[in-house]
């Protein structure tokens, strides 16, 4: 399997994790920031919240660990949290946007 399709598989692993405040998930909200995976299988992850003090940043982090590490052709998974850049509605998908009515 290539990078490129193990990325495919993360991104849509990703839109299964969802905010349990935000009826969109985490790859719509534009919360992943990166996603680099190495040649021996590594996945690292940036990802940010909406909110530093986010009451379910545990639960997030945790669900997107473990459903990208259940990707098949994955060794690992680091998923790091970021708020550099802050996030705002702007980095939102227009699904996302149309979903939460900025549109």
Known sequence: MTKFE???KIVAMLKTV???EIPVNVY???LIYKIDV???GEAVIDMTLTAPNCP???FIME???QKVESI???ASATINLVFEPEWNKDMMSEEAKLEL???
């Open 101 to 103: 009515g900025f549109l």
């Open 18 to 20: 969802f905010d349990p």
């Open 72 to 74: 098949d052709g994955l």
């Open 28 to 30: 719509d909200l534009g």
């Open 56 to 58: 379910a940043a545990d």
């Open 38 to 40: 190495s040649d021996d």
């Open 63 to 65: 669900d997107v660990r």
């Open 6 to 8: 193990i990325e495919e």
